[in-house]
């Protein structure tokens, strides 16, 4: 079972090493329809902190503005 292992992690070694040693590769040319996808989902992602932005200013306003009422004792 050692032996193998042994062979089978050689033979992995050895063989993708022209892979590794590859240095013309072209990467980043995505093309049109990732570029939409990607931009939908930026596109949701943007429209979901407006009303989060909105509702932690109101949050923040009504824990730290000041009361209007003035309690008075009788």
Known sequence: MKNTLRNTLIALITFS???FAAGNTT???AGLL???FVGFFALIIICQLVPA???LVGTLKGLFGRDRKQ????
């Open 17 to 19: 090493s022209s892979a």
């Open 27 to 29: 990467g980043g040319s």
């Open 34 to 36: 990732i570029s939409l």
């Open 53 to 55: 932005t909105i509702m």
């Open 71 to 74: 309690v008075t004792n009788h």
